[in-house]
């Protein structure tokens, strides 16, 4: 059985971890073929991709707790840079990505998720790093992107006590973006995909592009960084199209990312 599913409808990329049985739990196997899921999104270019977890239980429950139990140092070590290694290239797709987080995200579930653009979140979503509690901290990227997200001191509270945080609270502390019924979620995912795919693709993954790697410099670089990707926008048909369209009072023609 494919342990990662990935279907294009329109203009949205669908990505599923396909391990029901196991709760999705991430293994060396998993990882190698979401990472080949990567190269085929790059080669069909989707303007959003959308990632879920198989099931009604869980996106992600963690990694697989078995693989690990027998892992020496060194092979943990290189566990926690292939899998940072595909989350890494998730996070840096040029096209926006959303996490539909269907039920446990957990370790390297929350991890995966956090990994996305954007997260949603259904009613009986569940999101944590309980590592500690079993010996060990984070692997796949937590202790970073999670203070990125929540602020160092909700990221140190939630990693060090290991406990698990249900949807509302992480709708509070700005861990999803939104909540819904579960039956709600894949639709609402696909909606907000499906707006952000209607809108100039050059713009927006610009606009990603310069967030992504303004954050992490300072304020005065960032600003400069913007400034080119704004100036790249003025490149594109989409550009000469929708200022068009706004000044005529009309609807822009659909974008065409040209």
Do not use: H, W
């Not at 446990?104 to 979503?125: I, Q, T």
């Not at 060990?136 to 698990?164: H, M, N, W, Y």
């Not at 696909?190 to 100039?200: H, L, N, P, W, Y």
């Amino acid at each position: 059985m494919t342990t990662v599913l990935y279907a294009v409808t329109g203009q949205v990329g669908v990505v599923t971890i396909n391990r029901p049985e196991s709760l999705n739990a991430l293994s060396t196997e998993v990882l190698a073929d979401l990472n080949a899921v990567v190269d085929q999104i790059l080669a069909d270019k989707p303007r959003v991709v959308v990632l879920t977890g198989a099931g009604q239980r869980a996106f992600v429950a963690g990694a697989n707790i078995r693989q690990m139990a027998g892992m020496t140092p060194r092979q943990a070590e290189e566990f926690s840079r292939t899998g940072n290694a595909v989350f890494r290239r998730i996070e840096t797709l040029p096209m926006p990505t959303i996490a539909a987080v269907n039920g446990f995200a957990l370790g390297g579930g929350c991890e995966l998720a956090l990994s996305c653009d954007l997260r949603l979140a259904s009613s009986k979503a569940v999101f944590g790093q309980p590592e500690v509690g079993l010996g060990i901290c984070p692997g796949f990227g937590g202790t970073q992107r999670l203070a990125r997200t929540v602020g160092i001191g909700l990221a140190k509270e939630i990693i060090f006590s290991g406990r698990d945080i249900d949807a509302s609270r992480a709708l509070a502390i700005g861990l999803v973006n939104a909540v819904c019924e579960p039956e709600e979620l894949m639709p609402a995912a696909m909606t907000m995909a499906e707006g952000i795919a209607s809108r100039a693709p050059a713009a927006v993954r610009a606009a990603k592009a310069a967030i992504g790697v303004g954050i992490q410099t300072d304020i005065d670089s960032g600003i400069a960084l913007e400034a080119v990707y704004f100036a790249s926008c003025f490149t594109t048909e989409d550009r000469s199209e929708g200022m068009a369209a706004f000044m005529e009072k009309r609807k822009p023609a659909p974008f065409q990312d040209k």
